[in-house]
């Protein structure tokens, strides 16, 4: 049974570029969520998707978009990039359509630095 | 502003002893607590979730839970070096999303 898998591992940008991250969730779930995590301190939500839309958003710019598609995989865009979007980026997957209260499983992450 | 606290630590405790987590939560009505351990470099990993008060069990971990007080636990028996992480407390209203506290680094010395 696969896990949440997250492509790259990790990414070098600069200043003002454009970057994409991808998720797969694990096998059996619909819904993704994406977190920032900065060093040393716990992860801060991004948004979830749920049936290729948008659910939530925690509190991030617009330059943080992201997208679902048809096999419940998700990509997460960050325009403009700054020195402080430089994090461990974290996919989550869990199965809202269960009923269950909502486990999450996190993928390995992409580590984004922006010098 | 809902908020998650907890000790940064870091919590050292020997091999063999008792290492006792805490986190207090601001939002009364969350109805799901879950306990994620990460290594450096590594991402969280699910340990334990707990949603009615009480204790919860599984293996060496007990999960404590007191929503009058709004208070969650974990509690790791025989502790292991190879137990040393970052413990995560994160705490939901059911469907909606997570919100961590900032961690408590554990060391376990052996």
């Known amino acids: 049974d696969a896990g949440v898998t997250q492509s790259p591992t990790h990414l070098i940008k600069t200043r003002g570029q454009q970057v994409t991250l991808r998720c797969s969730p694990k096998s059996g779930h619909d819904t993704v969520s994406w977190y920032q995590q900065a060093l040393g301190q716990g992860p801060q939500f991004i948004f979830q998707y749920y049936e290729e839309e948008e659910r939530q958003r925690g509190n991030f710019p617009d330059r943080f978009s992201g997208h679902q598609f048809p096999n419940y995989s998700s990509e997460l865009n960050v325009n403009a990039l700054l020195l402080g979007d430089s994090a461990l980026y974290l996919c989550a997957s869990s199965p809202l359509t269960s009923g269950s209260y909502n486990e999450q499983f996190f993928g390995p992450g992409t580590r984004l630095t922006v010098l | 502003q809902k908020e998650v606290e907890q000790n940064s630590g870091p919590l050292s405790v020997p091999e063999g002893a008792i290492a006792s987590l805490n986190c207090t939560y601001s939002d009364r009505v969350s109805q799901s607590f879950f306990w994620y351990r990460q290594y450096s470099g590594k991402s969280p990993e699910l340990i334990m979730s707990?949603?009615?008060?009480g204790d919860k069990e599984d293996g060496r971990f007990t999960a404590q839970l007191n929503k009058a007080s709004q208070y969650v636990s974990l509690l790791i028996r025989d502790s292991q070096p190879s137990d040393s992480a970052t413990y995560l407390c994160?705490?939901?209203?059911?469907?909606?999303?997570?919100?961590f506290g900032p961690g408590t680094r554990l060391s376990v010395l052996p």
């Open positions: 994160a705490v939901a209203n059911y469907g909606q999303n997570f919100v």
């Open positions: 707990i949603y009615s008060n």
